[in-house]
T-cell receptor, first 111, second 115 residues
């Protein structure tokens, strides 16, 4: 059974700092990995999707990497802003279409 | 931009009452999911539909929860009777399915509070 872990559970940084969020998974036979953002009391917003054949995806100040062999993905946020404050979740889809979520990293960017 | 629609956004009910949530996926998305998210945790799958067929309901508490997607478009999730432990965010998501990118899109969720 796939298990997805996100460390740290919470992170607080000053505005302007570059930061990395981590996601690890136990079964490397994945179909894709997706990063989401969730604001308090809201649904999940898709940020980046990485297919199993890809190494990274970029969107604006966000860059996500995938290393299947080591069971790890990172989400890099450049020049963080207070508006980036949210919970970031990663989700791993296996080849059998089963999708597992991490518990998320709660990010606070201080002005 | 196409969105997954959910209603109601908030629902407060007393235990033993019935409650229902509705979801309309992005047009053309064959796969529809219902997730439950407890505060501070990631979403957990309750049921997955492919068109009108259930493909995974192994985590759905079938003694009190039911879900349907009769015409393969919108879906309803029902809880009867509601229990205190059912208080959570109920999220609906849809995707084109593995034949495409498999990207998952979520609605805004329905927050349930059981008193």
């Amino acid at each position: 059974k796939q298990e997805v872990t996100q460390i740290p559970a919470a992170l607080s940084v000053p505005e302007g700092e570059n930061l990395v969020l981590n996601c690890s998974f136990t079964d490397s036979a994945i179909y894709n990995l997706q990063w989401f953002r969730q604001d308090p009391g809201k649904g999940l917003t898709s940020l980046l999707l990485i297919q199993s054949s890809q190494r990274e995806q970029t969107s604006g100040r966000l860059n996500a990497s995938l290393d299947k062999s080591s069971g790890r993905s990172t989400l890099y946020i450049a020049a963080s802003q207070p508006g980036d404050s949210a919970t970031y979740l990663c989700a791993v889809r296996n080849n059998n279409n089963d999708m597992r979520f991490g518990a998320g990293t709660r990010l606070t960017v201080k002005p | 931009e196409a969105e997954v629609a959910q209603s109601p956004r908030y629902k407060i009910t007393e235990k033993s009452q019935a409650v229902a949530f509705w979801c309309d996926p992005i047009s053309g998305h064959a796969t529809l999911y219902w997730y439950r998210q407890i505060l501070g945790q990631g979403p957990e799958l309750l049921v997955q539909f492919q068109d009108e067929s259930v493909v995974d309901d192994s985590q759905l508490p079938k003694d009190r929860f039911s879900a349907e997607r009769l015409k393969g478009v919108d879906s309803t999730l029902k809880i009867q009777p509601a229990e205190l432990g059912d208080s959570a965010m109920y999220l609906c998501a849809s995707s084109l399915g593995l034949a495409a990118t498999g990207e998952l899109f979520f609605g805004e969720g329905s927050r349930l509070t059981v008193l």
